[in-house]
């Protein structure tokens, strides 16, 4: 099992013809994703690597079950995308576009969630479970993800899609592995927060145990914590807390655009007295996470 | 971006929250002329992106024009949190019988705005939020619908207040939640809102942010506030090193090489991405290294961009050696990241053996990278050796 998503996904690409799309688009073909159709207006007829484009979201959901859609349009269009996407009628939808306006963000989410559909993003690298599918450009060329991602009994979240390949090479190489690893995001207002996807791992029997990369600024932590605290979780949980530098320059931004500290509960070091407080691990360097999570497991 | 008191007041003037009588001027001369067209005792507030001004001395009280002309040179001389002044507000001074407190933010965990309101204003809100939770409410309301007054009004009545003071504070507060909306702000507050002997209201002070990345859409607003493009706001101005490094990013469209921030110390660090900057800059500090330089590298950026980033680094004095570190990469090639940096030291007449302490790039075109690296004598790890493990090797060499 995994979560999100499994062998049989099938998806969109909207903005399939742009150049970082076509790339992503092979890698996806070449790992076994079912990538069944890429919107791009105006492209109509076109394919890109054998899938079919066409002007509209509905052009493929009218025909046939789209499951998820992948957004890799410019931040000015990419609200518009997502709200295509869930007007359509598709569940699941992967933002990956960068620097979209949070107000856009919120309405498109608010939206999202009284139609029942679920966003991941934005300003994230996607989904991918191991062996199974990826939704994003997550682990690069086909070979290099097999290599970073094993199929496992990890599952794992993080606001920085670098740090989640990062971190999953780190789980595959100590044997543990990956059941499913979501890249939730960099941006201050996401689709779905750790806390959030948490229930689906717990629902997922391949899953042991959790890794989660967090940086400074947001709840996320805290409503991490919370969940942890408020429910009798199965999963052990060990989180890596990067940014820690950045307590001692409040308003300066770094990385993500979530990133930046403007009160207490934006330190690194709040968040982390608040996780550990909530049984969560807290790992001092990304070598030490497989080691926390097999100590726990053992246990 | 964050905007002064002065353009703050401006928005809320559009939407009609009562203060009071102002003039923005940029010299003692002008401040004084403010005075005596006010005719009443003035404040003098200092015009600065910063918090902390009263403490400061930063604002100041004149009874009579001549006393605003000497408080406006003081104020306009005074430097705060290493800021100038843009120059000081003149402002009649009023008899306030109680502060409050509103705010609008976005708050990550509802995903929608929240309405921060307390009848216990001009002090600091964290702290009577910690103190006195029972006078401070916070109160969601949808981005997706226009706003409507009633989640004002309940912002406002859930502290306590009632009677003749919850409609003018409700008009007040929906204003806010307004112009929050409009403009892509991401923090609209006014701090204190003021009740008058005579029971009206009026907005003392106002902070806003607006959305970085809704500037496009806002050009309308930022003209009307003749706020120029380059004009940054950030929360320290840009140094001479930063200002290069956003050229080289923005030099050609091939992924991201800059995002500079400077630092004191002697160790050169082109690092990416965004997360891998921030885990590979505490490494770095963790292992005792001192460095130079923050910054971001992702997204495929190209051989030209690399190199550019690599000599800027290296430009700056102090700067020993660089370490070329990233997390597992997606999509960025470690060849051309290779060849970037390799590039950018032999432009610079250096030795890049001498020069790059590490190079940590697994991922796509790794093999690549490796022959080039080989035949150059640059010192290559791989993804068997860690983030953390790769900085402390760099920062050993440094030591030599």
């Keep these: 099992m995994s979560i999100l998503i499994d062998q049989n996904s099938t998806f969109i690409i909207q903005g399939i013809t742009g150049r970082e799309a076509v790339t992503m688009t092979r890698e996806l073909l070449d790992y076994g994703a079912k990538v069944v159709g890429g919107v791009t207006p105006g492209r109509k007829g076109r394919d890109v690597h054998g899938v079919p484009v066409d002007d509209t979201v509905r052009a493929f959901t009218s025909k046939m079950q789209v499951d998820g859609a992948i957004v890799v349009v410019p931040p000015g269009f990419a609200a518009d995308a997502i709200l295509e996407a869930v007007e359509a009628g598709i569940k699941l939808i992967v933002v990956v576009t960068e620097r979209i306006p949070r107000k856009q963000v919120a309405q498109a989410v608010e939206y999202a969630a009284q139609q029942g559909a679920r966003i991941i993003g934005p300003n994230c690298l996607g989904i991918i479970a191991p062996g199974k599918s990826r939704m994003g450009g997550i682990g690069g060329s086909a070979d290099a993800t097999r290599?970073?991602?094993?199929?496992?009994?990890?599952?794992?979240?993080?606001?920085?899609?670098?740090?989640?390949?990062?971190?999953s090479n780190a789980l595959s190489q100590a044997g543990l592995g990956v059941s499913t690893a979501v890249?939730?995001?960099?941006?201050?207002?996401?689709?779905?927060?750790?806390?959030?996807?948490?229930?689906?791992?717990?629902?997922?029997?391949?899953?042991?145990?959790i890794a989660i990369y967090s940086e400074p600024g947001g709840r996320m932590e805290a409503e991490l914590a919370d969940y942890m605290q408020r429910t009798n979780s199965r999963l052990p949980v060990v989180a890596f807390m990067a940014g820690r530098f950045m307590d001692a320059m409040p308003g300066m931004r770094f990385g993500h655009a979530g990133t930046i500290v403007e009160g207490k509960a934006d330190t690194t070091a709040d968040k982390i007295a608040r996780m550990q407080a909530a049984g969560i691990d807290v790992a001092e360097r990304i070598e030490e996470i497989p080691a926390l999570l097999q100590q726990r497991l053992a246990k | 971006m964050r905007f002064y008191e002065f353009e703050a007041k401006q928005v809320l003037g559009k939407v009609g929250v009562p203060m009071p009588k102002r003039t923005f001027a940029h010299t003692p001369e002008e401040a004084e002329a403010a005075a005596?067209?006010?005719?009443?005792?003035?404040?003098?507030?200092?015009?600065?992106?910063?918090?902390?001004?009263?403490?400061?001395?930063?604002?100041?009280?004149?009874?009579?024009?001549?006393?605003?002309?000497?408080?406006?040179?003081?104020?306009?001389?005074?430097?705060?949190?290493?800021?100038?002044?843009?120059?000081?507000?003149?402002?009649?001074?009023?008899?306030?019988v109680q502060e409050y407190y509103a705010a609008v933010t976005w708050d990550g965990r509802a995903k929608q705005p929240v309405i921060v309101f307390s009848d216990m204003g001009g002090i600091d809100i964290e702290e009577v939020a910690e103190t006195h939770p029972e006078h401070v409410s916070r109160t969601n309301f949808s981005s997706l619908r226009p706003f409507s007054d009633y989640t004002a009004k309940v912002a406002v009545s859930s502290t306590g207040v009632t009677g003749n003071d919850l409609a003018p504070l409700t008009r007040i507060v929906a204003a806010l939640a307004r112009?929050?909306?409009?403009?892509?702000?991401?923090?609209?507050?006014?701090?204190?809102?003021?009740?008058?002997?005579?029971?009206?209201?009026?907005?003392?002070?106002?902070?806003?942010?607006?959305?970085?990345?809704?500037?496009?859409?806002?050009?309308?607003?930022?003209?009307?506030?003749?706020?120029?493009?380059?004009?940054?706001?950030?929360?320290?101005?840009?140094?001479?090193?930063?200002?290069?490094?956003?050229?080289?990013?923005?030099?050609?469209?091939?992924?991201?090489?800059?995002?500079?921030?400077?630092?004191?110390?002697d160790i050169g660090l082109v690092i990416g991405a965004g997360g891998g900057s921030l885990t590979l800059f505490d490494a770095v500090r963790g292992a005792g290294g001192s460095p130079a330089n923050y910054c971001e590298i992702g997204g495929n950026p190209s051989v030209t961009k690399a190199s550019a980033l690599t000599r800027l680094v290296l430009s700056k004095p102090g700067v020993k050696k660089i370490a070329v570190m990233m997390n597992v990469v997606?999509?960025?090639?470690?060849?051309?990241?290779?060849?970037?940096?390799?590039?950018?030291?032999?432009?610079?007449?250096?030795?890049?053996?001498?020069?790059?302490?590490?190079?940590?790039?697994?991922?796509?075109?790794?093999?690549?990278?490796?022959?080039?690296?080989?035949?150059?004598?640059?010192?290559?790890?791989?993804?068997?050796?860690?983030?953390?493990?790769?900085?402390?090797?760099?920062?050993?060499?440094?030591?030599?």
Excluded at chain 2, 53 to 75: C, N, Q, S, W, Y
Excluded at chain 2, 209 to 237: N, V, W
Excluded at chain 2, 372 to 385: I, P
């Design chain 2, 179 to 265: 112009v929050f909306l409009q403009y892509d702000l991401t923090l609209a507050e006014i701090n204190p809102i003021g009740k008058l002997d005579d029971g009206t209201f009026i907005a003392l002070d106002s902070h806003m942010d607006m959305e970085e990345e809704a500037r496009g859409m806002q050009r309308a607003l930022l003209k009307e506030l003749a706020i120029p493009d380059e004009d940054t706001r950030q929360a320290r101005p840009p140094t001479p090193f930063e200002i290069e490094g956003a050229k080289v990013d923005s030099a050609d469209t091939r992924g991201v090489a800059g995002r500079v921030v400077e630092f004191d110390g």
């Design chain 1, 147 to 167: 290599r970073a991602f094993v199929p496992g009994k990890i599952g794992v979240m993080s606001r920085s899609g670098g740090m989640t390949v990062e971190i």
């Design chain 2, 36 to 96: 005596a067209e006010i005719g009443a005792a003035v404040v003098l507030k200092s015009q600065v992106l910063t918090g902390g001004r009263m403490k400061a001395g930063g604002v100041l009280f004149a009874d009579t024009p001549a006393e605003a002309k000497t408080h406006a040179a003081t104020i306009l001389g005074l430097t705060i949190n290493g800021q100038e002044p843009a120059g000081v507000l003149v402002e009649e001074r009023r008899k306030v």
């Design chain 1, 183 to 209: 890249s939730i995001g960099g941006d201050a207002i996401i689709g779905s927060t750790y806390a959030e996807l948490m229930p689906l791992f717990e629902a997922d029997p391949e899953t042991q145990g």
């Design chain 2, 330 to 400: 997606s999509n960025t090639r470690a060849d051309m990241m290779a060849r970037g940096v390799i590039k950018g030291c032999i432009e610079a007449g250096r030795v890049p053996a001498d020069t790059i302490a590490i190079f940590r790039i697994p991922g796509s075109w790794e093999e690549e990278a490796v022959k080039l690296l080989q035949k150059y004598g640059v010192e290559y790890v791989d993804r068997t050796v860690s983030m953390h493990e790769a900085a402390a090797r760099a920062v050993a060499k440094i030591g030599n």
